[in-house]
């Protein structure tokens, strides 16, 4: 299967300082290709975990009796460490976003290059999917969506114009749905429009902002003293739910100090924000928009 290489490889492994004998998570194995990097540098008694909700993941699975595949959503990733006798880890990589094989496979309603069933679903048992959303939500949830996920400034007009065109026909796939919105979509523009629109649905057939915001907030009880969070990011909602959580261990609001004036925020930066090469742009598009931050928790 056609998974993509694996974005800022070198970087976010160094990132997660590995121990030898440290026990590490994966919450993004997909092709498996920063679980193999983690791996080379384990020992014999180093342990590592891989989280993957999409069945097609299981397909990659390493024959290496350090690795376990965990087939679950990493929301859920304390809960399923606690089944294998985890309680705490040396180290945790997240590269967010979607595969290149999820983008390639039509069927999988990911991508707008090519007409497949409106779906967007990165586990397939999921019951919403995409055409759900765009046929059954009212005109201002959907407006709501296009405005948080999509950031998109004429979310109402797009979602006026969703609910009136598929009172005359059902709307089931990618091009449906482009055609439907054609009027929105100049040709300077239409790119970056459209990939907006595919972006804000996939959010929430996927609950994407809040998996990663129950992941982060699990993150200070994970983690060991000198524990490491290596964070891939692909747009800004994501980054800055990251960047803002690292900072303050809060996603909104202030943090709140003590009389002395000190606050306690879990966690801490690792050096600086780290982006892509342009030699691994020209490599690999897809690593174009992605940012790396680090974190350890606060000593």
């Known amino acids: 299967m056609n998974y993509h290489n694996p974005v800022l490889l070198q970087e976010s492994v160094d990132a997660l300082a590995i121990k030898e ?4 998570v994966d919450v993004t194995f997909g092709g498996g290709g920063h679980s193999r990097e983690i791996l080379k540098r384990l020992g014999a008694n180093g342990k590592l ?4 909700q999409d069945p097609d993941a299981l397909g990659n699975v390493i024959d290496d009796e350090r690795f376990v595949l965990i087939p679950e959503n990493f929301r859920y990733i304390s809960r399923f460490l606690r089944f294998n006798g985890v309680r705490k880890v040396d180290g945790v990589l997240a590269d967010l976003g979607v595969s290149s094989h999820q983008f390639d ?7 707008t290059r090519f007409d497949g069933d409106l ?4 586990n397939q048992k999921s019951k919403t999917s995409a055409k759900e959303i765009v046929n059954s939500y009212s005109e201002e949830k959907l407006a709501e969506i296009l405005f948080l996920y999509g950031e998109l400034r004429n979310s109402r007009n797009i979602a006026k114009t969703i609910v009136e065109k ?5 709307i089931d796939t990618s091009f449906q749905l482009r055609k439907v919105l054609q009027k929105y979509l100049p040709k ?14 996939r959010i929430e057939v996927n609950e994407e902002l809040d998996v990663l915001k ?6 200070p009880n994970l983690l060991k003293e000198d524990g490491r969070l290596s964070v891939i990011s ?5 980054d800055r739910l990251v960047k803002r959580f690292i900072r303050t261990g809060l996603f909104k609001g202030e943090l709140e100090k003590d009389v002395f004036g000190r606050s306690n925020e879990p966690m801490q930066k690792v050096g600086k924000l780290i982006v892509p090469t342009a030699q691994e742009i020209k490599l690999n598009n897809r690593a174009r928009s992605a940012k790396l931050r680090i974190a350890t928790l606060r000593k």
């Open 21 to 24: 004998d440290g026990v590490y």
């Open 49 to 52: 975990f891989g989280f993957d």
């Open 105 to 111: 496979e039509a069927e999988r309603g990911f991508s």
């Open 119 to 122: 779906d967007m679903r990165m």
């Open 166 to 170: 598929r009172q005359e026909e059902k």
């Open 188 to 201: 300077a523009k239409e790119h970056k429009i459209i990939a907006q629109i595919f972006q804000a649905i």
């Open 214 to 219: 129950e992941f982060l907030e699990q993150m």
């Open 234 to 238: 692909y747009h800004s909602l994501e």
